[in-house]
């Protein structure tokens, strides 16, 4: 197979995930503007640099690329679409497309190129890993399931779902290309490129980027020649790899020292904390997921190619890939049980905050499977039956899957009450008033969560900087039970 061949397959599969997702991220389940946060960073946009002491330190990709997202829904898609919300829908799915695209494509350049597969099977290969991500904590028969794209509201798919593709993204990458081999002593497209996005994928946050920085530091590990270990030479051959490690530290020193990791620590006894914490995540990683029928497959295969590593060259190669992901699952468990200790337990048990988690546990597990494929390549004929399989048990009429709203309310509900909101703003506007009372949902008793009484100069300010009124109002937020009936909204 020609690497024309190749590289027109890849770009087809990215071409048909992206067209899949936008769809999905447009129409099926579609990102809206909704609560407090959403309103806020939108246009909040910070400079992209860590900031010593900031509220959010080192969250350079997701309060950039969301007022980025914001800006150019307001005016480059809303003049072509007629509508602010719509236009801010389409702009955010298509940029989560991009992000999944390319984050299978590199799964698809890994499985070729590492699991040394041939055509056909990578691109089923692509098809299984992507529904997989879907079917993970898929239960029978049950509304709201969620998924491993999933998230709470629209601010988290940028401080969330993007940093969590792009760092797994560049962990495949980095598996088949060896950046220590003088690959940034040239300053050429491709290297400028991959120093830019692993400086985003690092200064993202702290629970995505632990997926790439226990990769590289699994790396390093597996390079150590205990026979003849030199660390001055070790270094320096391996010093595209040390550098990201240090970045990566000092970029935990900026979160530690940030306002929002000092607002979530608690005073508690913290090795008890760790050890209930510990407890509650393994019995959701082990337990409530499907992922253990994956890993007990990849183990079994495991011990099948340990024993014939020395004998069987396929074997070799795989335990290599295999090892590795071995060693990256209890790190990253460890890593996040210690986070969520220290700050709040419940984070380790949402969907975007585990997915580090399960990408390792698929790695591994088709890691296994193509040490299958290579040793009965007819088996190749069943992969398309199973990933179609796999598409229908996902869809099926008898689940559904969750939106990404807060309260899981129904993305529809979440646009007829920003409508609702902004159609007061703008009425206000052009009537020339210079301040107004915009009503919004009963929320909860502490801040009216979530539409708080603090977002009216936040939403102000956004609709100012995407061009909807002509002036900032002051908005203030008056808390109405009514409406909570019309939209079909809970009472607290």
């Known amino acids: 197979m020609s690497r024309q061949q190749n590289f027109s397959a890849e770009v087809v599969t990215g071409a048909l995930t992206f067209a899949a997702m936008f769809i999905f991220f447009s129409q099926g389940h579609p990102i809206v503007l909704f609560d407090g946060d959403d309103w806020n960073v939108i246009s909040d946009a910070r400079v992209g640099l860590p900031k010593w002491g900031g509220w959010n330190p080192i969250k350079v990709l997701p309060e950039t690329f969301f007022p980025i997202c914001g800006y150019f829904a307001a005016y480059v898609v809303m003049p072509l679409v007629g509508d602010y919300l719509t236009a801010f829908t ?137 026979k003849k270990f030199a660390p001055r030479k070790f270094f320096a051959d391996n010093r595209s790899l040390f550098v990201v490690l240090i970045f990566w530290l000092i970029s935990l020193l900026f979160e530690l020292n940030g306002g929002r990791a000092k607002s979530m620590a608690h005073e508690t006894d913290f090795f008890a904390t760790v050890g209930s914490t510990a407890a509650t995540v393994i019995q959701s990683l082990l337990f409530d997921n499907h992922g253990a029928g994956l890993m007990i497959f990849a183990a079994v295969t ?35 049980i210690l986070a969520a200790a ?115 100069e936040n939403i102000s300010r956004t609709l100012h900087a995407h061009g909807l009124i002509s002036r900032r109002l002051k908005v203030t937020i008056l808390p109405d039970v009514s409406l909570n009936a019309r939209f079909n909204l809970p009472t607290k």
């Open 90 to 226: 389409l702009t955010a799915a298509a940029i989560v497309a991009i992000f999944v695209a390319a984050y299978v494509m590199m799964f698809v350049l890994f499985a070729r190129e590492v699991l040394r597969l041939d055509q056909p099977a990578t691109i089923f290969f692509g098809a299984l890993f992507l529904l997989l991500h879907f079917a993970v904590f898929l239960h029978h028969n049950t509304q709201d399931n969620a998924y491993l794209f999933h998230t709470t509201d629209a601010d988290c798919y940028f401080n969330y779902v993007l940093p969590n593709l792009l760092n797994a993204a560049l962990v495949m990458l980095l598996a088949r290309v060896d950046v220590t081999k003088k690959f940034f002593d040239r300053a050429e497209l491709r290297s400028v490129a991959l120093f830019f996005a692993l400086y985003m994928a690092i200064f993202s946050s702290v629970l995505s980027s632990c997926i790439l920085a226990i990769f590289v530091g699994v790396e390093l590990l597996s390079r150590v020649d205990r």
């Open 302 to 336: 495991s011990a099948i190619i340990f024993a014939r590593r020395n004998s069987d060259a396929a074997a070799s190669e795989t335990w290599r890939v295999l090892k590795k992901s071995w060693l990256c699952l209890p790190l990253w468990t460890a890593y996040i």
């Open 342 to 456: 220290k700050s709040d337990a419940t984070y380790a048990l949402r969907p975007d905050v585990q997915f580090g988690f399960f990408f390792f546990v698929f790695v591994s597990f088709f890691a296994a499977l193509s040490f299958w494929m290579r040793k009965f390549p007819r088996a190749t004929f069943i992969l398309p039956i199973l990933a179609f399989a796999l598409f229908t048990w996902i869809f099926s009429g008898k689940r559904t899957l969750a939106p990404s709203t807060f309260n899981h309310v129904p993305e529809i509900v979440c646009v007829q009450v920003s409508r609702h909101i902004i159609d007061q703003i703008i009425a206000a506007d052009r009537a020339g008033l210079t301040q107004v009372v915009v009503t919004v949902p009963k929320g909860d008793d502490n801040d009216n969560w979530p539409h708080p009484l603090y977002m009216g």
